[in-house]
C-alpha cells in the first residue's frame, strides 16, 4: 500500500520541551491511521514500512500551554501567559512525505477492502494532516539474506548499513492512550542498495519497490 501526505509533522514525545521531530511516522501513527480506516479501536496488525520525504522545513504555530497541575481554573487550567495565554513555537514538518506499507494475510485484504471506503478521514501525525492512498496491490514476499535496504524501517539487528540512524518510537498505544509500547529502530536518511540483512523479506512484485527489503515489525 502506497500513502503520499503533501504535508506531514511527526513529534518526537521523548523531547517534550523541544521542537523535535522524527523523520518518518512512528509504526503507532500507520497502526492508528489504519484504525481510522477500519473503525476499530486499535489495529495491532504485524507490519513493515518504509518512507522518507522530498523536503522538509519549519514554521511557527500557536501553543496553548496547560498547567500540569490543574491550578489556574479561571482559564480552564490554561497557563496565563502574556498574550492571552499562548505561546508560540517552531514546528518542523516534511514536505511531499511517501510511505510504503506491507501487511500480511489476512489482515492485508481486510485493511485493503476498508482503504477503500475508510470509516474515518486518513491522517499521519497532525489531525490537518491529510493522506492519500495512491495504490494496493498484492505482492510476494521472500525471505532474504541480501536487499535493498532504501528507507526501509527496520529493528536495531535487521542490517549493519553505517549510515544508518538509531530512533525509538512508539509501536503502538492502548485505547486509553495511558500505556504507550517502544522500541528501537535503524533508519536511513539517504537510500541504501543492497546490503546483507537479518530477519528480513524482500518484494518481488516486479516494479519499483522490486527487491527492497521489508521487516515485519509486531506491535
Not at 513493515?48 to 504555530?61: H, I, M, P, Y
Not at 471506503?117 to 486518513?122: D, Q, S
Not at 512508539?170 to 529502530?185: G, K, N, Q
Request: charged share 20%; net charge neutral; hydrophobic share 40%.
Amino acid at each position: 500500500m502506497e500513502f503520499f501526505a503533501p504535508v506531514a509533522s511527526f513529534r518526537d514525545p521523548l523531547f517534550p520541551r523541544a521542537s523535535r521531530s522524527l523523520p518518518l511516522p512512528p509504526p503507532s501513527t500507520v497502526r492508528g491511521m489504519l484504525a481510522a480506516a477500519s473503525g476499530a479501536p486499535a489495529e495491532p496488525v504485524t507490519l513493515g514500512l518504509a518512507a522518507w520525504s522530498e523536503g522538509r522545513g519549519v514554521d511557527l504555530e500557536t501553543y496553548h500551554p496547560i498547567a500540569a497541575d490543574g491550578s489556574n481554573p479561571a482559564v480552564a487550567g490554561r497557563v496565563r501567559a502574556i498574550k492571552g495565554g499562548m505561546t508560540v513555537r517552531d514546528r518542523p514538518f516534511l514536505a511531499g512525505l511517501h510511505l510504503v506499507v506491507w501487511l500480511t494475510e489476512p489482515d492485508g485484504s481486510r485493511l485493503q477492502r476498508a482503504l477503500r471506503r475508510p470509516c474515518w478521514p486518513l491522517r499521519l501525525g497532525r489531525s490537518q494532516d491529510l493522506v492519500h492512498v495512491r495504490a494496493m496491490k498484492r505482492v510476494i514476499l521472500e525471505a532474504a539474506e541480501t536487499a535493498a535496504v532504501g528507507h526501509a524501517l527496520a529493528p536495531l539487528d535487521g542490517h549493519r548499513v553505517g549510515a544508518a540512524h538509531t530512533y525509538r518510537m512508539a509501536t503502538s498505544l492502548s485505547t486509553d492512550r495511558l500505556t504507550t509500547t517502544w522500541a528501537d529502530y535503524l533508519w536511513c536518511d539517504e537510500p541504501t542498495g543492497a546490503h546483507p540483512v537479518h530477519g528480513a523479506f524482500k518484494d518481488t512484485s516486479g516494479d519499483q519497490h522490486e527487491g527492497q527489503a521489508v521487516w515485519l515489525l509486531a506491535p
